[in-house]
């Protein structure tokens, strides 16, 4: 059985049909069952403050008798404005956002010191984008301060509102709770923004949060996704050129494109319009035990489109691989900052010559490197595994 959107009525009724001698989901409305297919449509809920907390009704009090460092997730929202093709979170049915009562959040905050969590990990869209999530991490500072937990929260940060967004940054670093500030930019190409329905902050707007945050020591971190409709290998290198000349030293989160089901990108129409190719391949699950029985899950990863090739997509892998890799993790980076600024070659420049040098020497120390992710990426191309464990 699938749920679709919001489960706890679902799953409620669920659990209640299978009290009864002969059961039959599809009464259920909102699911997807295996025998009978799709149920009747169900509508969101209005009201978010009729589902109680678990954190505040006890479901988990017997778990909290146990010797585990433990982290939670929270959810102060419900829904994303966003439309994003490659998305769906923000499909039209979930763009209003809902919220959550004060007063519930605030209890489950001291829930969340007094139970002494590591981790906090919230779970809304777009933290920071109502007015009052500056006054809910101001709240949460304040439960650090009296319990000593959570000790750190993360969180997706919004797109837009960049004053109020580093208010909330500073005040989560200040209390030694910042996990790191995203600012996402998916990609940098006008055209491929235009093609996957996607408004970023202008780079202007980027370099100046780049100084407030480098100026108060706060870590951040660009996400970007690579193989989207539109882009070209050389609109998207020259847009990690272009990040790391705002400043973006920190960190670089480089995803797959993959097509998700219910996405705009899914639909068959825009598959054809964009001449979307996939590869069928295991979800990297970085975080996992290798020992344990594995159930394999899969993605469909997105190789080519109209305006790029395969070997071009496995060219930009590589390129992601050497900056995330020798940038980022500061390997070759003050080198790269080095010789742009007394030789004026560019971040793309450097890189790229530093893939050609590993091609060339592949006994070296870099050359056997380049041929094992090589190995890899070939190996995710033909649909299988990308672990090296």
């Not at 660009?222 to 990040?243: A, K, N, R």
């Not at 035990?289 to 190789?303: G, H, L, R």
Request: glycine content about 6%.
């Amino acid at each position: 059985i699938v749920v679709h959107y919001e489960g706890e009525k679902p799953f409620a009724e669920i659990l209640q049909e299978t009290t009864v001698s002969s059961p039959d989901y599809s009464r259920i409305s909102g699911l997807n069952v295996r025998e009978a297919g799709l149920t009747a449509k169900r509508e969101l809920e209005s009201d978010l403050n009729q589902f109680p907390s678990p954190y505040l009704t006890g479901v988990f009090d017997s778990l909290m008798l146990h010797p585990y460092e433990l982290h939670a997730t929270n959810e102060t929202n419900r829904s994303c404005p966003y439309s994003c093709s490659f998305c769906n979170w923000g499909s039209a049915v979930l763009q209003k956002l809902r919220a959550f009562d004060l007063e519930m959040l605030y209890e489950e905050f001291e829930w969340f010191g007094k139970q002494r969590i590591e981790l906090l990990y919230n779970s809304d869209s777009n933290w920071g984008i109502l007015p009052r999530d500056l006054a809910l991490t101001e709240r949460l500072v304040k439960v650090k301060e009296k319990f000593g937990y959570p000790k750190q929260f993360r969180a997706a940060y919004a797109k837009k509102g960049a004053e109020k967004l580093f208010a909330i940054a500073k005040a989560l670093n200040d209390a030694g709770m910042s996990k790191g500030v995203t600012l996402s930019f998916q990609s940098m190409d006008e055209n491929t923004l235009k093609t996957i329905r996607r408004q970023n902050i202008g780079i202007a707007v980027f370099e100046r949060l780049m100084s407030w945050y480098h100026k108060e020591k706060i870590p951040t971190y660009t996400e970007l996704i690579m193989g989207l409709p539109g882009e070209t290998y050389t609109s998207f290198v020259s847009g990690i050129d272009q990040l790391l000349r705002a400043g973006q030293h920190d960190s670089l989160n480089i995803y797959l494109c993959s097509v998700l089901v219910g996405s705009e990108m899914s639909e068959p129409n825009y598959i054809e319009t964009h001449d979307i190719e996939t590869v069928r391949m295991p979800i990297l699950q970085q975080h996992r035990s290798t020992t344990a029985e594995e159930i394999v899950e899969y993605n469909d990863v997105v190789v080519a489109t109209k305006t790029l090739s395969r070997d071009a997509w496995k060219r930009m892998y590589m390129f992601s691989w050497v900056v995330q890799s020798f940038h980022c993790l500061a390997l070759a980076q003050y080198i790269a900052l080095l010789v742009r600024r007394i030789y004026g070659i560019s971040f793309q420049e450097f890189y790229e010559g530093l893939l050609v040098f590993m091609q060339k020497h592949p006994e070296s120390l870099l050359g056997r490197e380049y041929r094992k992710t090589d190995v890899v990426v070939g190996r995710a191309l033909s649909g299988e595994k990308w672990d090296i464990v």
